[in-house]
């Protein structure tokens, strides 16, 4: 039984707006008035000007870097391409096309463990929908699955069958969008999922399945671990796969032991090649956060390259994501996380999850006994191999490599994506 929601009207209540509610009536209330803790609260969101006003200034006063002394992208992101990049930021880019497209959906805020979540909620006209919770990464956002809710939630106009429908829900993180930032430790993945839990049961859901990729999977790997009453699968794009002995060999940078197999020699050394040369990002975070952070939230083109980057490096895109991420969806991004000033929440996420999250011994992937489905994007950080897959998940029933796209496979591919999402689930609906 799904519950209702009473029809309030939410001007804004991030703190970067304004703190009031309106009701039908168009009468003003305090935030504070809104009568229990654990109610769901409509969310609209609306940025005040000067904050946009500021940005534009901020960019426009950017202090670039000379350039850099190699012709391909070893020591970064080349000084043309970012630059491209801002000056279109700076002066066509427009925040408000998302924030209305943003408005335009189902948008709330509950208080769960002292928090606020924001989150989308949209519900399929369909019968008998499938509830999903989608979970983002970094440098992503609840954004990456923007493009796939129409697909998800109704496939008969998007080339699939009724029976194909789920209910989506789409949180952002604590410390992430609009998500309230944590001011104590202890908001790691196993509290994220244990949050995710309630916020689903407390829509009314008494079942539900779960998908994630980099935060997301680590997310969804929690979740599972847990178990709770009426989770009935979980879905990974980056599974923790890689067994344990080979941990401090990749770490280590040694050579790929010669007992391994053509797919398994490839996802080592790719694994070998990211620790060692595209790793330092994660080593900053995960080590000094906070430092990262005054870097993140004073410079809007340090935040844009540091994101920029790897959105670059790990998106199926010959290290040109407009190819595959139009660049207006990749500014909504970094914008998102400037106005939300989420740059160090974010990162502390990373030292609040202190741990290897592709090893299937740090992810504990063993313990997972619910049913576990795997899709491989063919540009993930590693295409994890079947072999390694299945002896990490003993309850894997699902595993397809995908065709094309990579580590934001919803935000690159949605309707691939969504084509997963109805195979790789397809089997647990007559749980329901």
């Known amino acids: 039984m799904k519950t209702k929601i009473t029809t309030i009207l939410m001007v804004a209540t991030c703190a970067l707006c304004i ?7 168009g009468s003003i209330a305090k935030t504070e008035s809104v009568k ?5 609260r409509p969310y609209k969101i609306n940025i005040p000007q000067a904050k946009l006003d500021e940005l534009k200034r901020r960019i426009s006063e950017t202090r670039f870097p000379d350039s850099e002394t190699v012709n391909d992208e070893s ?27 943003l408005n335009a959906l189902p948008q709330f805020v509950t ?19 499938l509830p999903l919770i989608l979970t983002h990464g970094w440098p992503g ?20 069958k009724a029976e194909d429908a789920f209910d989506v829900i789409i949180p952002a993180i604590p410390g ?43 997310i969804s790997d929690a979740l599972a671990r847990q178990a709770p009453s009426g989770l009935l699968g979980i879905h ?73 980057e790897k959105i670059a490096e790990w998106s199926e895109s010959n290290l040109q994501p407009e190819k595959v991420i139009s660049r207006d969806a990749i500014l909504d991004d970094i914008t998102l996380y400037w106005l939300t000033n989420t740059g160090a929440s974010s990162s502390r996420f990373y030292w609040e999850n202190n741990n290897n999250n592709f090893s299937s011994e740090h992810q504990q992937t063993k ?49 691939l994506f969504t084509q997963e999402m109805r195979n790789a689930f397809k089997t647990l609906r007559d749980q329901l």
């Open 19 to 25: 703190p009031t509610i309106t009701n039908a009536q």
């Open 36 to 40: 229990s803790e654990t109610g769901i």
């Open 75 to 101: 020591q970064g992101i080349q000084l043309a391409q970012l630059r491209e990049l801002i000056n279109y930021w700076g002066n066509g880019y427009d925040w408000r096309k998302l924030e209305n497209k």
């Open 111 to 129: 208080k769960i463990d002292g928090l606020d979540i924001q989150f989308i909620h949209v519900r399929s006209k369909e019968k008998g929908a």
């Open 141 to 160: 956002s609840p954004l990456e699955f923007i493009d796939a809710i129409g697909p998800l939630t109704d496939p008969l106009k998007y080339g699939g």
């Open 176 to 218: 992430y969008g609009f998500s309230e930032i944590p001011k104590e430790l202890g908001w790691n993945p196993e509290r994220v999922a244990k949050a995710w839990d309630i916020l689903v049961k407390r829509l009314g859901y008494t079942k539900y399945v779960s998908q994630g990729g980099d935060h997301g999977s680590v």
């Open 236 to 308: 990974l794009t980056m599974p923790a796969t890689i067994p344990a002995d080979l941990v401090k060999p990749i770490n280590a940078g040694d050579p790929a032991p010669t007992s391994l197999s053509p797919e398994e020699t490839k996802a080592y050394n790719s694994m070998r090649t990211f620790f060692g040369r595209n790793a330092a990002y994660g080593g900053m975070m995960v080590t000094r956060p906070q430092t990262t952070g005054y870097l993140l939230s004073d410079s809007p083109t340090a935040l844009a390259a540091f994101l920029y």
């Open 367 to 415: 313990r997972i006994k619910i049913p576990v489905a795997i899709s491989v994007f063919p540009h993930e950080i590693y295409q994890a191999p079947e072999s390694w897959s299945r002896a990490a998940y003993p309850s894997l029933y699902y595993y397809h490599i995908a065709p094309k796209g990579g580590h934001f496979a919803a935000w690159e591919q949605p309707e």
